[in-house]
């Protein structure tokens, strides 16, 4: 008696087996991805207005620093970086004609060798520009030692304490005074400008008999200051109206 056949699903081929993942399992994927991102953010993903705030907070050393984070980060720094112009310093020796300067921000020097302030000293310095007098002649001048150009001013050859400018002599309302306290209860005071032929000439009486431990005079506001360190008194000059108080 043969057996009765009974029907069987032939079991699948490896090449009929399906490996695509299925919907619900992609969309499972990208949940967990995304809460995985949710709790582990990335500083590359802080809005670029925020890290433009962030960087520009930052001195020049440390933007250049966080700008190399990342791409987004390095867009925001160059966006707001400000490039630093700290002032520089500078040594002469005495009546020599060498000048060295100093980057304080690269520490870097540069020394210049300039014949045209041989045997002179510098009397103040503002805006790059050097207030300088020679020994020999005994006149002032103007000189600025990054495009060595010189100024000369009228003949000069009455004693003076203190000196100072107002703006770069190339500015029009540039104004050159010359203080001298030598003379007991008065103080002499001369102006003059680029291009004028002479100085003028003004005197004033003051209450102390000497003025001593003074400081270097100051420029504010159209006015030029001094401070008497001796008698804790602060003077000052107006050059346009040439009242002294």
Known sequence: MRPALTHQTPLPSPAMT????????VASKRSKSSSKEALYPSFADLPSSLVEIIMSRLVLKDNIR???ACKSWLDAAVFVRVVENPPWLFYMSKRGRSLKLVDPLKWKSYTLELP??????VCYSRDGWLLMHRSITKDFFFFNPF???LINLPKFKAPYSEIAFSY????????????NFKVQQRVTIRTCHP???EWITSV???QYQQFYNKTKIVYHNDRFYCFNMGRESLFSFHPSSRTWK
């Open 195 to 197: 291009g004028a032929t």
């Open 204 to 206: 004033f009486p003051i």
């Open 168 to 179: 770069p002599p190339t500015c029009d309302n540039c104004v050159v005074v010359a203080l």
């Open 116 to 121: 045209e302030i041989a045997k002179s000293t």
């Open 66 to 68: 966080a700008s190399a």
């Open 18 to 25: 399906s490996h695509s993942p299925s919907s619900s399992t």
């Open 147 to 149: 495009s060595l150009e």
